[in-house]
């Protein structure tokens, strides 16, 4: 059984490359040997259309939101190994009414996500959000374990980054979603020929550090021209610029799952092993073992509570 880690692709601006991002990178993760489910869940469907399956009416999370069918029955295989896809459809604009109307509005995607993830199946599901702050959006934060915030190498995209920070927050403090983490920050449409690009990245590598993916996603027009192919880029033109650096994030991307699985194994055992430390057995006569191993050394080692008694009290009449 796999241990399905749920990433969540936003960003309330439009045109940064969250579809973009969303097809290529999950094809370049099966690509790798990862078990990839894409979940389309913006009504424009164009990570749908993108990777060459048709928009059809009852073929989205629709049904599945309202908790009318179960969600796995919509998963279909793409024609890249390990590579599936739940697609989307116009008609799931309507789920943001009927969700809304719901008193846990936040949590129906979470419970329909539920069995995927209890049956193990995937190693990463990639979700496609809308690009807005609506229902659906936030549907996906409340389920997903992290969130990779495309972001165009441009001085407005700034804007919907720190909005997009803001969100997380309201929801990990809200109770919604305390444990979402922030997956990383893609740069998206670099072009290294101009300064406006370098200096966007370098400024947000300088307020988010370490967040900030080290691979630069460029303004490529055969990665434009790939999703009318109804192609991933690395089927579509597998040895341009666009596709190595698609092939660069998915490695970049689970060497980061793999050191954060590491990291939270060893706080696990870290804070096992300093229970164990402190905690110290009692034996039936309310002896502790530190002090039977004291008072085996030196059986003047344990002092009667009664020395600690003011000499007045301990003195004989």
Same mark, same amino acid.
């Given at each position: ?27 370049? =993760?099966a690509e790798q040997k990862q078990?990839?489910? &894409? ?7 164009? /990570? ?7 928009? !059809?009416?009852?073929?989205?999370? %629709? ?5 009318? /069918? ?15 896809? =739940? ?17 846990? %509005? ?10 995927? &993830? ?18 659906? *959006? ?16 441009? %001085? ?24 979402? !983490? ?13 300064? &406006?690009?370098?200096q966007v990245v370098q400024e ?10 080290? *691979? ?14 109804? =192609?991933?880029?690395?089927? %579509? ?26 990291? *939270? ?14 905690? !110290?057995?009692?034996? +039936? ?9 004291? &008072? ?15 000499? +007045? ?5």
């Open positions: 059984m796999r241990n399905t880690r749920v990433i969540a692709i936003a960003n309330q601006k439009g045109g940064v490359g969250k579809t973009t991002t969303a097809i290529n990178l999950a094809a370049c =993760l078990k990839v489910l &894409l979940i389309d869940v913006d009504p424009q469907a164009n /990570a749908t259309s993108g990777i060459g399956v048709e928009k !059809e009416e009852g073929k989205s999370i %629709y049904s599945s939101l309202l908790g009318e /069918a179960p969600l796995v029955s919509f998963i279909q295989p793409t024609q890249i190994p390990d590579f599936d896809l =739940l697609p989307s459809e116009v008609d799931l604009a309507g789920a943001e009414v009927d969700i809304a109307r719901t008193d846990s %509005y936040l949590h129906p995607f979470k419970e329909a996500l539920t069995p995927v &993830l209890e049956a193990g199946q995937y190693d990463i599901i990639l979700i496609d959000c809308p690009p807005s702050l609506g229902i659906l *959006t936030m549907n996906t934060l409340t389920a997903a374990h992290s969130l990779l915030i495309p972001m165009q190498c441009e %001085y407005y995209a700034l804007e919907g980054l720190s909005v997009m920070l803001r969100l997380v927050d309201r929801l990990r403090d809200g109770g919604a979603n305390p444990d979402l !983490e922030i997956e990383g920050i893609v740069m998206t449409m670099y072009d290294m020929r101009t300064n &406006l690009s370098q947000v590598a300088t307020h988010f550090d370490e967040q900030v993916f080290e *691979t630069l996603i460029p303004r490529s027009i055969r990665l434009g021209e790939a999703p009318s192919h109804g =192609l991933p880029i690395i089927e %579509y033109d597998p040895r341009s610029v666009a596709a190595a650096a698609y092939r660069s994030l998915a490695t970049e991307l689970i060497d980061r799952i793999k050191q954060r699985r590491k990291k *939270t194994i060893k706080t696990a055992e870290t804070g096992t092993k300093d229970v164990e430390e402190s905690t !110290e057995s009692v034996d +039936s006569e309310g002896v502790t073992e530190t002090d039977q191993d004291a &008072l085996a050394a030196d059986p003047g080692h344990l002092e009667s509570p009664l020395d600690e008694r003011p000499d +007045s009290v301990n003195a004989q009449p």
